[in-house]
Structures are given as C-alpha cells and as structure tokens.
C-alpha cells in the first residue's frame, strides 16, 4: 500500500480488525434464540453496570435482540464490565507482532472511551459501534474526525495527523510492499492537508474535513465497509 490514500484505509483497516477481533473473543456471538427472552440487561454479575436497554436502544441503531447478545459476550470477555487501555493494547499486539501497535490502539482507544475515563464501558462500546456499522455517513465521518483530533479540541493540525500517521507506519507501514520510506508519514500529512485544509490557516476544521470526505468518491467507498458486519 502507498502512502497515498493511507488515511483512507486507516480506520477502516483498524476497525474492521476490531471487529474481528471482538467476533474471535466472542463479543460479537450469533445470537441465541433461546436466550432473546431476557427484557433487560443482565446486571448481577458485573461491577460496572450498564445502562438499561431500552436507553441504549434509544441510543443505538442496534435492535434489543442484539443488545441482548452484544452484551452477553462483551460479559463473557470483560466480567468487570470494562476494558482498560492496557487490555486494549494488548489485543492488538497479537495481530501485529513485527510491528508496534501501542500507539495507534491508544488513539483508538481513546476514540472509544467517550467520557474519557480510561475505560471502555459496554455502553461507549456499542453506541460506537453503532456509529461505524450503522450510522449516517456524517456520524462516520464525525468518529474518523475525533480519532485525528487527539486532544479533542476541535481541530487537527499537522502534528496531530503525523503523529496517527507514524502510528500507523509503526504498525503496519514497514510491512507494506513497496515498503515506505521514513519520510513518507510526513509526505502524507502534507497531502492530507493541501486537500482538506481550505482556508490554509494550519489547522483542519470539522467542517471542513465534512466537506472534503464528502466530495470525494473513494472515501464514500470506504465509509461502506462497516455495513452489514452484523
């Protein structure tokens, strides 16, 4: 893969592995018909207690049926009812293991963990996912913004996309053929910028990041990954 149209792939190779990994754990089960009778969430055996399902439903584009099976492996996996950074971390260590995947699954992580409490709760877990597998192409595009937005301030700069940049290069760049150069990360940044920077004032605005994804026929493409997961 080429440093060009990286960003594009990104999140959605990323994500995609997410939910491969999350359906090897058994978070992402098929549901069990005979289990669908459960009216709420099961609460008793977990210290972090989620909100009821009809909350999350209302929040979701998830059905009851697959909140109920959502949630029993999501249990199964994480009996606390959290996932902290280091649990994170380690999962995707084991799909990269010639390469460092530390600093991109914190990004990501953080992108997940909404209240910024260190923690991923069952909640922040599939209102998430619902915004990747089922929301509009705007809330896709709005999650991709606050994952290059690293401290959240409304704005990506230079600084913040080189540093996903490199995080992904660490990961899985040096592995790709033809293999990139060390100053491909920054070449990309550039790029990334001459194109959605439209005021050309340094920083990349969420309107205008809106804007440019949405003109652009390839990353409308991509947004289509997530659909029909499950």
């Known amino acids: 893969m080429g440093i060009q149209g990286m960003e594009l792939c990104a999140m ?24 669908s009778s459960d009216s709420e969430l099961e609460l008793s055996t977990v210290r972090h207690q989620p909100e009821g399902l009809d909350q999350l439903q209302a929040q979701t584009k998830f059905t009851k049926k697959e909140l109920q099976s959502l949630y029993r492996g999501f249990k199964n996996e994480c009996p606390t009812g959290l996932v ?25 992580f953080n992108a ?5 409490n260190g923690a991923i709760r069952f909640e922040d877990f599939v209102v998430g996912l619902s915004i990747l597998l089922r929301g509009t192409v705007h809330e896709k595009l ?15 700069t230079k600084e ?4 996903i940049m490199k995080s992904i290069y660490d990961m899985m760049g040096r592995h790709t053929y033809p293999i990139l150069r060390e ?16 005021n050309q004032d340094g920083v990349v605005t969420i309107d205008e990041f809106l804007e440019t994804c949405q003109k652009d026929e390839n990353i409308m493409s991509s947004m289509q990954l997530f659909e029909n997961v499950i």
């Open 12 to 35: 959605a190779v990323v994500v995609l592995l997410f939910i491969a990994v999350l359906k090897q754990f058994g978070i992402l089960e098929p549901m069990s018909m005979e289990d």
């Open 183 to 198: 100053d491909a990360p920054l070449e990309h940044v550039e790029r990334f910028f001459q194109k959605m920077d439209r």
């Open 112 to 116: 997940f963990d909404a209240d910024g």
């Open 84 to 108: 902290d950074e280091d649990t994170f971390k380690l999962i995707y260590s084991q799909f990269f293991p010639q390469g460092d995947s530390t600093t991109y699954a914190h990004f990501l």
């Open 142 to 156: 709005k999650w991709a913004f606050n994952l290059y937005d690293i401290n959240k301030d409304g704005y990506i």
């Open 160 to 163: 913040e996309m080189l540093a």
